[in-house]
């Protein structure tokens, strides 16, 4: 099946993109990113840049929140073929124009890649970029829920991405 990603969630005051590789199944029904409620990334950004509470119930106010916090957010896919939710059933994928969006907001100082396949699409096509190189690439664990050999749950993965706090 065909899948297609969101439009970028992104204003001036900007200054981290994180790109996720493509929307889960659960993610592309509501036309929400990270609305999965088992993915972790609401409540990574919750407790790096707000009180540590729980994420608002409402999708306007989570957007509002990342960006009031200067968190970009976009897929380094476009679209592509996939059965599920799953990365490693990705296939055929097209990229988003990522250099181009950063050129139209300079602010973003980091790319912030959720996961190891936004890594390695955004690697892919546009790696030698200049747009992308004079940015701060950093490559974090994925929130998605699946266990990992390196991490485990919320609490390993809220710990990498503390590096946002320095960006």
């Known amino acids: ?3 297609h990603s969101f439009p970028p969630i992104i204003d001036e005051g900007c200054t ?10 659960a993610s592309l029904k509501a036309h929400r990113y990270y609305w999965n409620p088992r993915n972790y990334m609401w409540r990574i950004l919750y407790a790096l840049f707000g009180d540590g509470g729980e994420p608002d119930e409402s999708y ?4 509002a929140f990342a960006l009031r916090s200067g968190v970009a957010l976009w897929d380094t ?8 939710s799953l990365d490693s059933e ?3 994928a097209i990229p988003n124009d990522i250099p181009g969006l950063l050129a139209a907001y300079p602010n973003v100082r980091a790319i912030v890649c959720n996961g190891t396949k936004s890594f390695s699409e955004l690697n892919k096509h546009f790696g030698e970029h200049p747009e992308v190189r004079k940015r701060e690439l950093l490559r974090l664990p994925s929130t998605s829920p699946i266990p ?3 991490y485990r749950g919320l609490e390993d993965r809220l710990e990498a991405w503390k ?3 320095e960006i």
Do not use: H, Q, W
């Open 1 to 3: 099946m065909i899948v």
């Open 90 to 92: 990705i296939r055929e």
């Open 148 to 150: 990992t050999r390196d």
């Open 163 to 165: 590096r946002l706090l």
């Open 77 to 84: 896919i476009a679209s592509c073929e996939r059965k599920g």
């Open 16 to 25: 981290m993109l994180v790109l996720g590789s493509m929307p889960g199944a």
């Open 60 to 63: 306007d106010s989570r957007i």
